[in-house]
Structures are given as structure tokens and as C-alpha cells.
């Protein structure tokens, strides 16, 4: 079985900071591909940044300058620094991420549950 946890969500006034972390659990032989997502009230599933397992990173246009992510090889987890945070940066945030369980296995696609983050104007 495998986990995806995320931690690090809460209220935070306009222009405050947050750390999101995703902690990959289970039988884990590689991860590769790891990915926030975020989902407003009443609105769509929307990517947030993207991660390789080398560390290629990409955000969308929205939190460019404003948001970090970075990953823990070793320790399976990935981080998302949310600097600025805007009233509109209020979501459910999600961990997304490929995960390989088995050695010559293609790997399958995980979501954590999700943290709210709240930003208030």
C-alpha cells in the first residue's frame, strides 16, 4: 500500500508564507514524477508546479515568483514554499505523484487527501 500525505496547510493572512509537505509512505521502490495541485471552492482541479525526479521544476503562470517546490529524494517527500500568498491562493491543496512499487513495474498514478490552505485578505 501506498500514502501520500500532506501537511502544512492553515490560515494565514494576505502576503504571509506557508510549507505544504507530501510524505510518500508504503512499499516505494522509485518515485519519479511529483505535482501540487489545488482546487478552489466551486471551482476545477487546477496544476500548481510540477516536479522531476531530477529536480525540473515548472509552475503555473499564477504562482510564478511567489511559490518553490522542492523534493526530498531520500525521503520520498515533496515541499511546496508558498511565499505572498494572495486571497485567491485559497484552495484545497493536493500531492500528486508517480509512484514505482516494483522494480520492472510501469508505476501508478497516487493523490494524497489533501490541506487546506486559507488565505485571508
Known amino acids: 500500500q501506498v500514502q501520500l500525505v500532506e501537511s502544512g496547510g492553515g490560515l494565514v493572512q494576505a502576503g504571509g508564507s506557508l510549507r505544504l509537505s507530501c510524505a510518500a509512505s508504503?512499499?516505494?521502490?522509485?518515485?519519479?514524477?511529483m505535482a501540487w495541485y489545488r482546487q478552489a471552492p466551486g471551482k476545477q482541479r487546477e496544476l500548481v508546479a510540477t516536479v522531476t525526479r531530477g529536480g525540473s521544476t515548472n509552475y503555473a503562470d499564477s504562482v510564478k515568483g511567489r511559490f518553490t517546490l522542492s523534493r526530498d529524494n531520500a525521503k520520498n517527500t515533496l515541499y511546496l514554499q508558498m511565499n505572498s500568498l494572495k486571497p485567491e491562493d485559497t484552495a484545497v491543496y493536493y500531492c500528486?505523484?508517480?509512484?514505482?512499487?516494483?522494480?520492472?513495474?510501469?508505476?501508478?498514478?497516487?493523490w494524497g487527501k489533501g490541506t487546506l490552505v486559507t488565505v485571508s485578505s
Open positions: 500528486n505523484a508517480h509512484i514505482i512499487t516494483e522494480r520492472w513495474s510501469d508505476g501508478s498514478n497516487y
Open positions: 508504503g512499499t516505494i521502490f522509485s518515485v519519479s514524477f
